[in-house]
């Protein structure tokens, strides 16, 4: 079943994960072999007896990876600077199933940054799922969260989940739809 692309990992300490599809927390016990399917983005996608699970990146020295870099705001950055460095963290989100990023699927249908009273950062974002049934929603929707919030300025993130428009292939970027084959 698996090509030699797929890299055998052992959890050296116990580990929370999330259940591909169904987004259902478990903690896999130190010890639990599998292999890595996917590791972008900083989180990692694991193949154990049958089933996937998703490793979040602050966990990765489970498997013995490195944690993702926090992102950085030089002080005397722009509104532009800001949000390039949201859209790149928008796209450190990625489908546990599907190597995309969230940007390139087309799930992200607003992204509005403003300033707060005290001079901070607020984020409005505005999501859909490639499926309304997706197990996984409330995660990536935490996901996004927890990926902006890590941003310096960032003092609150608000995310909509919505399903109008519904989701379809032509949302996706074209580079995207040429990764999946579906251009």
């Not at 580990?15 to 072999?33: H, N, R, Y």
């Not at 940054?113 to 309304?132: F, H, Q, Y």
């Not at 927890?146 to 032509?170: A, H, M």
């Amino acid at each position: 079943m698996f090509s030699q692309s797929y890299a055998p990992v052992k959890f050296e300490r116990d580990a929370d994960v999330a259940l591909i599809p169904e987004g259902q927390m478990v903690s896999l016990p130190a010890g639990t072999t599998g292999y890595l399917t996917q590791s972008l983005g900083g989180s990692f996608t694991v193949y154990v007896d049958g089933r996937l699970f998703r490793l979040g990146g602050d966990d990765a020295d489970a498997i013995g990876r490195e944690p993702p870099p926090r992102p950085e705001l030089p002080e005397n950055a722009t509104d532009h600077d800001l949000e390039e460095l949201v859209m790149r963290q928008l796209k450190t989100c990625y489908d546990p199933e599907i190597p995309i990023n969230i940007v390139d699927l087309g799930l992200i249908y607003d992204c509005d940054i403003s300033k707060n009273a005290s001079g901070g950062r607020e984020v409005e974002v505005r999501m859909t799922l490639t499926a309304p049934g997706c197990g996984m929603g409330d995660f990536l929707v935490d996901d996004v969260r927890s990926r902006l919030l890590i941003i310096p300025t960032i003092e609150r993130v608000d995310v909509e989940l919505t399903f109008d428009p519904p989701w379809n292939q032509e949302m996706m970027s074209e580079s995207a739809r040429l990764d999946t084959g579906m251009f």
